[in-house]
């Protein structure tokens, strides 16, 4: 209450608050505002938090897939031939078997050397080796076929006259060109 027997006129009729309570009001806004402020900051540092844990997983599991994937070209570079040697090991036998025979006939040696021939061809097929035999009137093809001379023949010029040396494909790879002579222009 006012000491002067006035009725309290300093407050104007209008109902606009008064620049205190302006100033506490812009107080608790500010005041709201740094809270929220630092809501969204904790909010974001977890999130953040969060994010970096989930990506050091991912990095590491990165590594292990590419530690495990090295471990597994190491191992099948190791044992590729494993297979190979497996499918000769009878050819092998073979010729020791052939070689233990002391009084093996001329018919025998060649009857032992055709059925060894035979298992090696086999055990080279099962593994995806090729023969290059380009008999006959087969055209020169320099992916395949290594011309070691040209020579004058009734065929077509640049077809294969004769093989000197077979040539090997390994998983539609070359491992050796065919050694060939080839009938001449003429």
């Given at each position: 209450?006012?000491t002067?027997n006035?009725?309290?006129?300093?407050?104007?009729l209008?109902?606009?608050?008064?620049?205190e309570e302006l100033?506490?009001a812009?107080a608790a806004?500010?005041?709201?505002?740094?809270t929220?402020?630092q809501?969204?900051?904790a909010?974001?540092?977890?999130?953040?938090?969060e994010?970096a844990?989930?990506?050091?997983?991912?990095k590491?599991?990165a590594?292990?897939?590419?530690?495990?994937?090295?471990d597994?070209i190491a191992?099948?570079?190791?044992?590729?031939?494993?297979?190979?040697?497996?499918?000769l090991?009878p050819v092998?036998?073979?010729?020791e078997?052939?070689?233990a025979i002391?009084?093996?006939t001329l018919?025998?040696?060649?009857?032992?050397?055709?059925a060894?021939?035979k298992?090696l061809?086999?055990?080279?097929e099962r593994n995806?080796v090729?023969e290059?035999?380009?008999?006959?009137?087969?055209k020169?093809d320099?992916?395949?076929h290594?011309?070691?001379?040209?020579?004058?023949?009734?065929?077509e010029?640049?077809?294969?006259?004769?093989?000197l040396?077979?040539?090997?494909?390994?998983a539609d790879?070359?491992l050796?060109?065919?050694?060939?002579?080839?009938?001449?222009?003429?």
């Amino acid at each position: 209450m006012s000491t002067n027997n006035q009725p309290e006129q300093d407050q104007p009729l209008t109902g606009a608050p008064s620049p205190e309570e302006l100033e506490a009001a812009q107080a608790a806004n500010e005041f709201d505002a740094l809270t929220v402020a630092q809501a969204e900051i904790a909010t974001l540092q977890a999130k953040n938090a969060e994010l970096a844990d989930s990506y050091l997983r991912a990095k590491a599991d990165a590594e292990n897939a590419r530690r495990r994937a090295e471990d597994e070209i190491a191992k099948a570079r190791k044992f590729a031939v494993e297979s190979f040697a497996e499918s000769l090991l009878p050819v092998a036998d073979s010729l020791e078997a052939g070689l233990a025979i002391t009084d093996a006939t001329l018919e025998h040696i060649r009857e032992g050397s055709e059925a060894t021939l035979k298992q090696l061809k086999s055990a080279l097929e099962r593994n995806k080796v090729v023969e290059i035999n380009p008999v006959g009137a087969a055209k020169f093809d320099p992916h395949l076929h290594q011309a070691i001379s040209m020579v004058p023949s009734e065929q077509e010029a640049n077809t294969v006259v004769s093989v000197l040396q077979k040539g090997y494909l390994i998983a539609d790879r070359m491992l050796r060109p065919a050694l060939v002579t080839v009938a001449a222009p003429k």
